[in-house]
């Protein structure tokens, strides 16, 4: 199985400062000219929703603030102006095969 | 609007069964895959299943913690994904979540506990 690593675990951050959440599989992601990796964001209360796909594709209505970059095995998510709406946990994705897994999670939270 | 709605959730013993139906409207469900994915608190996301469309012949994928307990099917007459689990065990209490293929559209969740 691939092996998802994100890190920080924790990200305390002030609003309209930048924020970055990495991620690192086990094996490259690049199958086919696409990366197969996504990041989600879980709000509280609420269940996981797409922001970025194929590593760089933001998710339909997600905000411009968010990027994806990377390739291979290594990837970032980035926020270049953090909101109060932000907040919550940070997933990403392998999906080049099965098993899909995810990453442990990094927890946003307002300083 | 494009909905997944997952219901059947419970308590059940251990050893017990239980089956989980997500609803979907909204979207062409016989073009997509759909997916099962789990969450408990200590372990955070697990995919646990997919199952093709007809046109991939339904082919199925399971996890291995769940791979021989647990069976996805579908009904494209319906709308409807199931996701059949047997042999059920305390770790297999989480929120299960049924998903489009393209992981853009989740359901609500429908939790499982698993204790005697």
């Known amino acids: 199985d691939i092996v998802m690593t994100q890190s920080p675990l924790s990200l305390p951050v002030t609003p309209g400062e930048p924020a970055s959440i990495y991620c690192r599989s086990s094996q490259s992601l690049y199958s086919n000219g696409k990366n197969f990796l996504d990041w989600y964001l879980q709000k509280p209360g609420q269940s996981p929703q797409l922001l970025i796909y194929l590593g760089s594709n933001r998710a339909s209505g997600v905000p411009d603030r968010f990027t994806g970059s990377g390739s291979g095995t290594d990837f970032t998510l980035r926020i270049s102006r953090v909101e109060a709406e932000d907040v919550g946990v940070y997933y990403c994705m392998q999906a080049v095969q099965t098993p899909l897994t995810f990453g442990g999670g990094t927890r946003v939270e307002i300083k | 609007e494009v909905k997944l709605v997952e219901s059947g959730g419970g308590l059940v013993q251990p050893g017990g069964s239980l089956k989980l139906s997500c609803a979907a409207s909204g979207f062409a469900f016989s073009a997509s895959a759909m997916h099962w994915v789990r969450q408990t608190s200590g372990t955070g996301l697990e995919w646990i299943a997919r199952i093709r469309t007809r046109v991939n012949r339904y082919v199925t994928a399971y996890a291995a913690s769940v791979e021989g307990r647990f069976t996805v099917s579908r009904d494209d007459s319906k709308n409807m994904v199931y996701l059949r689990m047997d042999s059920l065990r305390i770790e297999d209490t989480a929120v299960y979540y049924c998903?489009?293929?393209?992981?853009?559209?989740w359901g609500q969740g429908a939790l499982v506990a698993v204790s005697s």
């Open positions: 998903i489009r293929q393209d992981f853009d559209v």
